[in-house]
């Protein structure tokens, strides 16, 4: 039987091991070596205790004690508040909105398209993919530019940016030798610990079927 969120001990954090959204705040956590309870459940399926406290039945939901959370960036800026060491958005605020522009766009411009992809069909996702792939393109010279996506430290931007990589070969999506600065920082942020340390066992698999 399962036990209701409102009587966790931990932090508890429901995630479907596939969803790029959830794979964002699982960054955050290993990178911040949060404790918390990572409950598996199926976004197309979820369970009644998820549903009690996600009015849109959504993953992930964050729940911390009687704090209810959801929407992917409304928990990760949480976390880094909450746990400020190491700290994962600037602290000036012009840098800090800037920032949070810059995950506004990743979100609105990039996941966007990548949802038409995996749940469109016809034209629709060829015409999705190409604009995706542009875009990626068109971007590449920021990726040149800092040690990180938009700055020399990690930060949430990384967060969001590094599981929509991880997904271009499921998303049938290669990038050609001019965006290479995409795949350098690529094998950067894949290589890093709190990325390596997300990663589900579905997550590694859906990349490692494509590669037999």
């Not at 992917?72 to 949070?100: G, Q, T």
């Not at 971007?139 to 930060?155: G, L, N, W």
């Amino acid at each position: 039987m399962a036990v209701a969120a409102s009587r966790r001990a931990v932090m508890t954090l429901f995630s479907d091991p596939v969803c790029p959204y959830c794979h964002q705040v699982r960054m955050v956590l290993a990178e911040k070596g949060i404790a918390v309870d990572v409950v598996d459940v199926d976004a197309h399926d979820l369970p009644d205790e998820v549903m009690d406290f996600n009015p849109y039945g959504k993953v992930p939901t964050f729940v911390d004690r009687d704090l209810r959370l959801y929407e992917s960036r409304i928990i990760m800026e949480y976390l880094d508040e909450r746990f400020p060491h190491p700290p994962l958005l600037p602290v000036d605020p012009v840098s800090r909105a800037s920032a949070r522009l810059f995950m506004y766009r990743v979100d609105h411009d990039w996941y966007s398209l990548m949802g038409r992809i995996l749940k469109g069909s016809g034209d629709d996702v060829v015409q999705a993919r190409k604009e995706l792939r542009e875009s990626l393109i068109v971007s590449a010279p920021i990726f040149a530019a800092h040690t990180f996506f938009m700055s020399d430290e990690f930060s949430l931007v990384d967060c969001c940016v590094a599981p929509l990589l991880w997904r271009l070969p499921v998303l049938d999506i290669e990038l050609p030798p001019q965006a290479d600065a995409i795949n350098v920082y690529k094998k950067r942020i894949f290589a890093w610990d709190a990325f390596r340390q997300s990663l589900t066992e579905a997550e590694k698999e859906m990349i490692a079927d494509l590669r037999k």
